[in-house]
């Protein structure tokens, strides 16, 4: 029997149990653990999804029947571009899109939703998570003839501290490592790479050893990534991932961790090192790509180059060094790749809101007052509180020029410019919300809203005109993980899709699963515990999200929970805002 996809499941077990409303019914099937590096066939984890879509006569799930709302109307999914085969045959427009939702696998071909190629080529909401959805790639040149010629001493040459005694030499335009024998020798690159956020490759060529002694080659070389920040004439290096030629043993290995996970024969010429922010490694040789088994810890870290030489001259017979050396890096947008945060200063809170304009605005609900507070560009600190006005559950947004509040107030949605906070005017009921949240679009309607009734049920909603009135949208079924209790969330607009984070609770800590959605309609779980505990900022986990976009990333105001009280603190997680899907 083929299982209904999940929206449906649940609608059809509500129908029998004759019930007016239904929780959730489980966990989403998890499709697997991330992509292989540069393997466009493989996606991120993936879930069941859905919502307000209906069974087709084969029990598949059929176009949804509400109105796409493009989070980018100047990205909108680029669906049926291609050829077509599988379970996406005959189909076009919101059939493929609903096709990407529905957790099944007609073709069996073991890729599902945003794993397949017509799903992740085509759709802004797979691509957080994925290796292969990244910005345009970058490229620095660390070593090469011309940075090297006519340079006695690399470091003084090239953007990078050397290490060891004896130091590197350069030897017919190639580095060559010295050291002792003991200690290692070489150069730590002042170029840092996130790992966590960051798909890299280091490319160099070995160059072999002029001749090899029949007593043999006592001498190697080597290219990596260390998390090490300096290194002196007593280190060692701690590779977190290296490529170490070793002329006496006419080899090549792989040491992923400080371990040798892989050898093979050696080939002089250009290896690439490669490094996605998954976990994933990769190598290539100058002649084929090879396979690895292999994960690492992703983390800051310096591209270096080290060796070992037993009689080092640069006026002696070249040995084994290293031609050239090139980082290639671009950024993906990984949903845990959040950098350390601090505690603001603030006082505690009962939630959250935030917006950027010229510089950072905060509202923070302390219960029945909710209290604005501004951070100008450029300064480090808050300052505040300015106006206090009557009401709970803030939300800024900023339109166009203009910083809008709105907030819950009795049994209204209320809505006012910052600038003229003297009334804020009705512009909704709102008596069965219990929290909600807003964001801008490009395009028209230009705002959306996504409400949570005491009920449990998630409603959007969209404005065309500054939100002074808003119309309802069908309730959307969002995916999200088994939890106890779900708190507030924070929506934006991010990468061309929505990206909405929902505070939940699984047992006595909190977290905050991260969805997306392309169109307002069709949601998938990017990653059900983006953020959670964290022993200094948030002890208990987060119960309270504010989240914006910027060219550089996502930052992240919450509410960290002590088990007592709510106090806010800040985070920020580079990422890009303009990836490439694959294919593009």
Known sequence: MKRLPGAAMKALMCAVALVAACTDLGDPTRVDDGPPFF???????????????????????????????????????????????????????????????????????????????????????????????????????????????????????????????????????????????????????TEEVDLRADRAELAGTFAAPATCPAGGCFESIAFGFSRQDALDDRSHVE???????????AEVS?????EVVA???????????????????????????????????????????????????????????????????????MPRAWRPGHALPLGSARSVAVAVATGVHLALGRGTDIELFERVAGAD???????????????????????????????DLVRAPVSELIAPAPVMPAATWSTF??????????????AR?????????????????????????????????????????????YVLYVALRRGTRWHLAQLASDDLVLWRLVDERALGADEDLAPMGVRAPAAWSTPEGVGLIGLGWDGAELRPFERFRPATDAALLPGE
Do not use: K
């Not at 073991?110 to 080529?121: G, T, W």
């Not at 339109?399 to 107030?409: M, S």
């Not at 005491?454 to 999200?480: F, I, K, M, N």
């Open 39 to 189: 393997d466009a066939s493989a996606g991120a984890p993936d879930a069941s999804l859905y919502l307000d879509m209906s069974l087709g006569a084969d029990g598949s799930v059929a176009a949804p029947s509400v109105e796409p709302l493009y989070a980018d109307p100047s990205r909108p999914p680029n669906l049926g571009s291609g050829a077509l085969d599988g379970e996406f045959a005959g189909r076009e427009g919101a059939e493929i899109l609903a096709g990407c939702f529905d957790g099944s696998d007609a073709d069996g071909d073991a890729l599902v939703d945003c794993a397949d190629p017509e799903c992740h080529s085509a759709l802004r909401s797979c691509c957080a998570g994925r290796a292969d959805c990244c910005a345009a790639p970058g490229e620095a040149t660390l070593v090469s003839a011309p940075l090297l010629a006519g340079c006695a001493d690399p470091a003084s040459c090239l953007s990078a501290a050397a290490f060891g005694a004896p130091a590197p030499y350069v030897v017919d335009d190639a580095v060559a490592a010295a050291g002792d024998g003991e200690y290692d020798s070489g150069l730590l690159f």
């Open 263 to 333: 050898r093979w024969p050696a080939e002089v010429g250009l290896w690439t090192l490669q490094a996605a922010p998954t976990g994933a490694v990769g190598v290539e040789s100058p002649t084929v790509s090879h396979p690895v088994v292999a994960s690492f810890e992703a983390g800051d870290a310096h591209p270096v180059l080290w060796g070992h030489n037993a009689n080092p001259s640069a006026s002696g017979s070249p040995g084994a060094r290293l031609t050239g050396l090139a980082l290639r890096r671009a950024r993906c947008d």
């Open 437 to 450: 949240a807003v964001a801008a679009r490009a395009g028209e309607p230009a705002l959306v809203l996504m």
């Open 453 to 497: 009734t005491q009920l449990g049920d998630h409603v959007p909603y969209s404005s065309g005109d500054r939100g002074t009135t808003w119309t309802a949208r069908p309730a959307v079924d969002l995916p999200l993980p088994p939890h106890d209790e779900e708190g507030r969330m924070a929506l934006l607009v991010h990468d061309g899709a």
């Open 381 to 411: 600190e808050f300052t505040g509180p300015g106006e206090s006005v009557p009401g709970h559950e803030p939300a800024l947004v900023v339109l166009g020029e203009e910083l809008l509040l709105f907030a819950l107030r009795g049994d």
């Open 239 to 249: 590779p977190l991932l290296a490529l170490v030629y070793t002329p006496a043993r």
């Open 254 to 258: 792989l040491q992923v961790e400080g």
